[in-house]
């Protein structure tokens, strides 16, 4: 079991900025893919950034180079930095965790509590 905990999400005006953090209970190395999703008022709930073990990380295209996340192995945490924030970017923010366990190849998905985020303009 994994356990991602989420923190950091509050209140920003429009062009401001929040750093999201997600500590996840186990060793980030050992996670094949790590990402935030947002569900929005009146949405569906939906990608913001995705980074896999091995490869880049990429965002949703409503981002336009505002966002960027970063690893902490020594936390173990997996950090989202949002500027330029807009009110459309208000939403519960929510961590996501895929492993692949080996040898058998089950996936296995985890998801955290989420944290409000609020843009005012």
């Known amino acids: 079991q994994v356990r991602l905990v989420e923190s950091g999400g509050g209140v920003a005006q429009a062009g401001g900025w929040l750093k999201l953090s997600c500590q996840f209970s186990?060793?980030?190395?050992?996670?094949?893919?790590m990402a935030w999703y947002r569900q929005v008022p009146g949405n569906e709930r939906e990608l913001v950034a995705i980074?896999?073990?091995?490869?880049?990380?990429t965002y949703g295209e409503f981002v336009k180079g505002r966002f960027t996340m970063s690893k902490d192995y020594n936390d173990n945490t997996l950090n989202l930095h949002m500027m330029r924030l807009e009110p459309d970017d208000t939403g519960v923010y929510y961590c996501?965790?895929?492993?692949?366990?080996?040898?058998?190849?089950?996936?296995?998905?985890?998801w955290g509590q989420g944290t409000q985020v609020t843009v005012s303009s």
């Open positions: 996501n965790a895929k492993i692949r366990r080996r040898p058998t190849g089950q996936e296995e998905i985890y």
């Open positions: 980074w896999p073990k091995s490869g880049s990380s």
């Open positions: 186990v060793n980030i190395g050992n996670i094949d893919t």
